[in-house]
């Protein structure tokens, strides 16, 4: 299919918005709200089936700290996120900004004021990039549950909605990201609601929610704002969630994940099974180096302090990137990766590159010496980034690479990492014969 000059321009479009973003590539995600009061996550409401009565004394009992918005940004910054997102509203409706649509708000319950304009204002002294989540659902609405019931609700549903996106965009200034969570449709599934007997209407959530005409309102109150793909519409960026995997045909993503497991994104007093800071790291490289960002989820108290699991993992993250940055900002995966899988080097940790040069982070240390198999061009040079020490490069057979001078046990704490320089930028190398056996390996390009 050829290119029209309207598809070419709006790619020209998208590519200008989101190259902070590309370059970015690490962003945290917060979810926080009146149900951080009980630290039992965010999704309370429904999967402890709680009436509406006696969820709304959370929000009488939710007490922000004064300083919560400085603590939230400044451990975004010691954790080397380049942005933030916050939970403007969850599922259960309550909306941390001031709204003329809902009394159940920040600045008319207990916290008395707006929060969102405390974020904002925090985040912009740190340079940080500003993100806004808001959930499309509300559980708060009879008509979500039964729209044959109350049908009076779904225009209201809708317009609330509207009304709500509208305030975010035009109450705060300039607006990095909108992050749509869940566009389902009155009567279907929700999160947590198990033994719901679905009704949905006969609606898209496209179609229901008049997504384009709402994110059409968006751009035109934030003209360089990037949405993702959670009101029914694709927009700018596919979200993967607790999983690394990339979009079809080489769309935006970013994977979102939490230091829990599912469904826990809020607080949680006592949490057992949490990912530990290798395995965040972990996935950290993962989505970068085939090509997405990586937006980690804290879930803060109910003062909106920082929990000391979520804090002391990512300041060692943090750590890591304040040495190892550049193995990770403004990367991209060039030719190492023909395809997600796995990929050369892979039992000893990954790849990311820049130009003529990859960063290969060792999560699988390997001693005195690694050996580079199935990549080329010609090696230059290597550097151990964790010491600053320079490494020894020699050919082997097989167009390997043999690069030594390695500590014995890892350096530095987490993951070391090496920087290559090659001739050109890296790239995978095919086989298609058993010469190698023999020690005749013919390098060639792999080709997909």
Request: proline fraction near 7%; charged fraction near 25%; hydrophobic fraction near 35%.
């Amino acid at each position: 299919m050829n290119d029209t000059p309207e598809s070419a321009a709006a790619r020209a479009d998208r590519a200008e918005r989101m190259a902070w973003w590309h370059e970015a590539k690490f962003g945290m995600f917060v979810h926080w709200g009146c149900y951080s009061v009980l630290g039992r996550g965010e999704q309370i409401l429904v999967r402890d089936m709680m009436p509406l009565d006696e969820y709304a004394q959370l929000a009488d009992r939710f007490q922000p700290a004064a300083d919560w918005a400085d603590r939230i940004a400044d451990q975004a910054v010691r954790a080397g996120a380049r942005y933030v997102v916050l939970t403007t509203r969850h599922h259960d409706g309550y909306c941390l900004f001031e709204t003329e649509t809902d009394p159940f708000n920040a600045a008319r319950t207990g916290p008395g004021r707006d929060l969102i304009a405390e974020y904002v204002s925090a985040l912009r002294k740190r340079g940080l990039r500003v993100g806004f989540y808001y959930s499309i659902i509300n559980w708060r609405w009879r008509g979500l549950w039964d729209p044959k019931g109350h049908p009076d609700d779904l225009p209201k549903i809708v317009d609330e909605i509207h009304q709500q996106v509208r305030e975010l965009m035009t109450h705060y200034g300039k607006i990095d990201i909108l992050w749509y969570d869940v566009p389902q449709v009155p009567g279907g599934n929700t999160p947590g609601a198990h033994g719901y007997q679905t009704q949905p209407v006969a609606q898209s959530s496209a179609e229901f929610y008049r997504s384009e005409e709402l994110n059409a309102m968006a751009r035109r109150l934030q003209p360089d704002i990037l949405i993702n793909n959670r009101a029914g519409t694709d927009e700018d960026f596919g979200t993967p969630e607790q999983r690394i995997e990339p979009e079809d045909g080489g769309r935006a993503w970013e994977a979102c994940m939490t230091i829990n497991y599912a469904p826990n994104w809020g607080n949680i007093h006592h949490s057992i099974a949490d990912k530990t800071a290798g395995q965040i790291l972990y996935n950290l490289v993962r989505a970068v180096r085939i090509g997405g960002n990586f937006l980690f989820n804290i879930g803060p108290d109910a003062h909106g302090h920082v929990l000391p699991r979520d804090r002391e993992a990512l300041d060692r993250v943090g750590k890591w990137l304040t040495r190892h940055g550049e193995a990770i900002y403004g990367t991209s995966p060039e030719g190492i990766y023909p395809t997600p899988n796995q990929g050369p080097g892979y039992h000893y940790g990954m790849f990311t590159c820049k130009g003529n040069v990859a960063y290969f982070t060792l999560f699988y240390y390997p001693g005195e010496y690694v050996v580079l198999s199935k990549i080329g061009p010609a090696v230059r040079s290597a550097e151990l980034m964790t010491t600053g020490e320079p490494l020894t490069v020699e050919p082997l057979p097989n167009a390997r690479w043999k690069i030594s001078g390695l500590p014995a046990s890892p350096p530095g704490d987490l993951a070391p990492a090496i920087k290559i320089e090659f001739e050109a930028p890296p790239y995978c190398l095919a086989f298609a014969d058993s010469r190698w056996l023999d020690g005749d390996y013919e390098a060639k390009r792999e080709t997909r």
